[in-house]
C-alpha cells in the first residue's frame, strides 16, 4: 500500500496491510487511529443526560462556545462533524465562488478533499510550491496576477496548515510576515489547525498568539483525543452570519450537538489538549532520536511526525509488527506518526524493529 505524497490512504489498502486475522497491531499511520481520551468519554456520559433543545441551543454546546472564546479571544466558534467540512466551509465563509485559494501543493486541500472545496464552493485553488510544508511571500506573491481580469479566477484567500503535511511548524515571526502581507495585498488567511495543539507546543506559545492575524481557522478534535467533531473559528467578525447558512446547507448542523460540545469543552476547558500534544510530540521526537542513526530523517521533526527513508525490504519486515504509510513510494519515504496515547514502551519497541530491519540491532 503506498501513498504518494499524501495524508491517509483509502481504508481499503489499508485493511491490506493488516494481518490476514485481524489481529490488533500498534499503529504509527496516524493519530486518527487513536481511541479517544477517557476524559473525553467521561464527558460524553455526563452529556447523555435528560432532555435539551437541539442545534447548538443546549447548555453544553454554549459553554464549549465560551471555552474557546477564553482560548482563543473574539471569535465565533461553529461546530461541524469532520474536517472536511471545517475547512470548506471556512473557506465558504471567505470567498465568493469566482475567487481562488492559494494554497501549498501538498496541503489537505489540494490533495486530500476528493476535490471537496471545488465540489461545494464552485471554488478554485491555485497550488503553490513548498518549502518543506511551507510556504513563504515570494512564491505567493507570483500568484498575484491580472487583477480585475475577468477571465482569471481573482485571488482571496490564502490557506496555511500549522503544522504543515510534512510536519514542520511556521513560527511565529513566519506567521507574522505571511498575515501581514495577505493582508497587504487584500486576501483573508485561512488555517488548516488540524494539529493545531501540537504547533502551540512545539512553538511554546498561546492558542491566541499562534492565530494571530488569522481570518478563519479549522481547529481538529479528533487527532488530539476527541471521538468527532471539529470545529470553525471565525476570527474575523463580519462573516458570523453567513457560516450560520452554510453550515445548514452544507448538512454539518448537528441536532445533539451538545455531543461535540461536550468533547470540546474536556479538551480546552483546562490543559488537556496541551498535555495530549506535548506527549504526542515528545513521542516522535523520541522516535526520531532512537533511529536517526540507522535512517535517513527527511523533515525536520517539529510536531508528531517523523519522515525517513527506508529501504523497501526493511520496510516489509517492521509492517509485520507496525503500521505505518509510504509517503512516497518512488524514494521509499515513509512517515511515522505519534499520539496522545502512544507510550514510551510503544516507541523503544517499534525503534528497535526497525533497528533490527535495518540490520542495526
Request: net charge negative; glycine share 6%; charged share 20%.
Amino acid at each position: 500500500m503506498v501513498a504518494a505524497s499524501g495524508q491517509d490512504p483509502a481504508s481499503r489498502a489499508e485493511c491490506a496491510c493488516m494481518p490476514p486475522n485481524h489481529a490488533p497491531m500498534k499503529s504509527f499511520g496516524s493519530d486518527n487511529h487513536a481511541g479517544a481520551h477517557a476524559d473525553v468519554i467521561a464527558a460524553l456520559l455526563q452529556a447523555n443526560t435528560g432532555h435539551t433543545p437541539a442545534y447548538g441551543q443546549d447548555p453544553w454546546t454554549e459553554q464549549a462556545q465560551a471555552t474557546l472564546r477564553r482560548c482563543f479571544g473574539d471569535c465565533d466558534p461553529y461546530f461541524v462533524f469532520n474536517g472536511t467540512a471545517a475547512n470548506v466551509l471556512s473557506l465558504g465563509a471567505l470567498l465568493a465562488r469566482h475567487e481562488s485559494v492559494l494554497c501549498s501543493e501538498l496541503s489537505h486541500l489540494n490533495v486530500d478533499e476528493c476535490g471537496a472545496p471545488e465540489r461545494v464552493l464552485g471554488c478554485k485553488l491555485v497550488p503553490i510550491a513548498h518549502h518543506d510544508g511551507k510556504l513563504v511571500v515570494e512564491d505567493i506573491e507570483k500568484q498575484l496576477v491580472r487583477g480585475g481580469d475577468q477571465h482569471f479566477a481573482q485571488p482571496r484567500v490564502l490557506s496555511i496548515a500549522q503544522p504543515t503535511e510534512l510536519g514542520t511548524v511556521y513560527s511565529l515571526a513566519e506567521l507574522r510576515e505571511l498575515t501581514a502581507f495577505a493582508h497587504a495585498r487584500g486576501l483573508l488567511v485561512h488555517m488548516d489547525g488540524a494539529r493545531l495543539p501540537n504547533a502551540v507546543v512545539s512553538l511554546d506559545c498561546t492558542l491566541q498568539e499562534i492565530v494571530q492575524g488569522i481570518d478563519v481557522l479549522s481547529l481538529g478534535g479528533t487527532k488530539n483525543g476527541l471521538v468527532f467533531g471539529e470545529a470553525v473559528i471565525l476570527l474575523r467578525k463580519d462573516a458570523h452570519e453567513q457560516l450560520k447558512y452554510l453550515r445548514k446547507q452544507a448538512m454539518q448542523l448537528a441536532s445533539k450537538s451538545r455531543f461535540i460540545g461536550a468533547q470540546f469543552h474536556a479538551l480546552f476547558s483546562g490543559d488537556l489538549w496541551r498535555k495530549n500534544a506535548a506527549h504526542a510530540v515528545a513521542m516522535a521526537k523520541r522516535l526520531e532520536q532512537q533511529v536517526k542513526d540507522v535512517v535517513t530523517v527527511t523533515r525536520p521533526v517539529q510536531a508528531n511526525a517523523v519522515f525517513a527513508i527506508l529501504p523497501h525490504p526493511a520496510m516489509q519486515r517492521v509492517r509485520e509488527q507496525f503500521f505505518f504509510y509510504v509517503w512516497d513510494e518512488h524514494t521509499n519515504e515513509v512517515r511515522w506518526m505519534t499520539s496522545f496515547d502512544t507510550s514510551e514502551q510503544d516507541v523503544d519497541a517499534f525503534a528497535a524493529a526497525i533497528r533490527a530491519a535495518t540490520g542495526s540491532v
